[in-house]
């Protein structure tokens, strides 16, 4: 059985530029959710992706968007970078987008210059 | 909208002692799901427990075991014998049953309870 991973482990961009990171869910999950975890804090939810359709999101702006592939995969792209966008981007794949227990990937650590 | 709060910024225990996380939580809904993730400094989030707010037994995992008070609000993990491994961020999160119309509302996470083990 396959974990979650996660792509890149380390990313550098500039304030204005766009990004792009990308999950692979666990072997046989169908759902993908995104979390933003800043320093020293807890993650907070960003979206999740049920069936190549967002089917959830939390609290943040539309810069931030997503796409679920056939294969569940999945993307999270933010535009416009601002500072505070720096963070731990983390990855959780999970079953039928119910409340199902969500198994997380080790992360992108993005950093905004 | 859900709070989840965690009381104990930094928790410290001897290596084999016992030690309890605290976490409590704020909620109107009557059917939940409870967890307990661990994040060591490798980053990646680990489930260490979850319970379900319709079971009134207490989940248990090995050396893990949860104190699940639903009228309180309250959802402390007790970590028997503790291991040098066992030293990681702790967070507590709650998450709802699924929306009408199969909507989601994620995970809601604490602020975290860093744990250190003393050898």
């Known amino acids: 059985e396959t974990g979650v991973t996660q792509s890149p482990t380390h990313l550098i961009k500039t304030r204005g530029q766009q990004v792009t990171l990308r999950c692979s869910s666990q072997?046989?999950?169908?759902?993908v959710s995104w979390y933003q975890q800043a320093l020293g804090q807890g993650p907070q939810f960003i979206f999740q992706?049920?069936?190549?359709?967002?089917?959830g999101r939390g609290n943040f702006p539309p810069r931030f968007s997503g796409l679920q592939f056939p294969n569940y995969s999945s993307e999270l792209n933010v535009n416009a970078l601002e500072l505070d966008d720096s963070a731990l981007y983390l990855c959780?794949?999970?079953?039928?987008?119910?409340?199902?227990?969500?198994?997380f990937g080790p992360g992108t650590r993005l950093l905004v210059l | 909208a859900q709070t989840v709060t965690q009381s104990q910024p930094e928790m410290s225990v001897q290596e084999a002692e016992t030690v309890t996380l605290s976490c409590t939580y704020d909620?109107?809904?009557?059917?939940?799901?409870l967890f307990w993730y661990k994040q060591p400094p490798s980053r990646q989030m680990i489930l260490v427990i979850r319970?379900?707010?319709?079971?009134?037994q207490n989940a248990t995992e090995n050396r893990f075991s949860v104190n699940f008070q639903k009228a309180a609000k309250s959802f402390s993990l007790k970590i028997s014998d503790s291991q040098l491994g066992d030293a990681a961020m702790y967070f507590c999160?709650?998450?709802?049953?699924?929306?009408?119309?199969?909507?989601?509302?994620?995970?809601?996470f604490g602020k975290g309870t860093h744990l250190i083990i003393q050898p």
């Open positions: 992706y049920y069936r190549e359709e967002e089917n």
């Open positions: 909620t109107s809904e009557s059917d939940y799901y």
């Open positions: 072997s046989g999950h169908n759902t």
């Open positions: 319970q379900e707010a319709y079971k009134q």
């Open positions: 999160a709650y998450r709802g049953r699924p929306l009408i119309g199969g909507g989601a509302d994620g995970l809601t």
């Open positions: 959780a794949s999970s079953l039928d987008g119910g409340a199902e227990t969500q198994y």
